[in-house]
Nanobody, 127 residues
Framework: QVQLVEFGGGLVQAGGSLRLSCTAA?????????MGWFRQAPGKERELVAA????????YYADSVKGRFTISTDNVKSTVYVQMNSLRPEDTAVYYC???????????????????WGQGTQVTVSS
């Protein structure tokens, strides 16, 4: 079991920055967790925007956020972050932190089953 709590959403002007945080409580400390940030805008499907293997190394970014978003982890704080720069109105969405256990070692973090979810945090980018 994993519990996730997100922080850091809000309203920002286009071109601005926000950092989202997600603090994780892991039921099994040594499982091969993968952490992801998803977003869902009204009327659109949920999409994975960034992901990272908790042990380090492998990351994934959606094309729409490459070069603008950076995902990272702090193992001491059990927290995963996504730094979002050069925000655009189309980045407006509810952002969710998610976690999954991956034993395959896949390099494509889109293939991971994300079984645990945070409550979501609203990010609104005004033009």
């Amino acid at each position: 079991q994993v519990q996730l709590v997100e922080f850091g959403g809000g309203l920002v002007q286009a071109g601005g920055s926000l950092r989202l945080s997600c603090t994780a409580a892991f039921g099994r400390a040594f499982s091969p967790y993968v952490m992801g940030w998803f977003r869902q805008a009204p009327g659109k499907e949920r999409e994975l925007v960034a992901a990272i293997r908790w042990s380090g190394g492998t990351t994934y970014y959606a094309d729409s956020v490459k070069g603008r978003f950076t995902i990272s982890t702090d193992n001491v704080k059990s927290t995963v972050y996504v730094q979002m720069n050069s925000l655009r109105p189309e980045d407006t969405a509810v952002y969710y932190c998610a976690a999954g256990e991956d034993y395959s070692g896949t390099y494509d973090l889109r293939d991971v089953m994300y079984d645990y979810w945070g409550q979501g945090t609203q990010v609104t980018v005004s033009s």
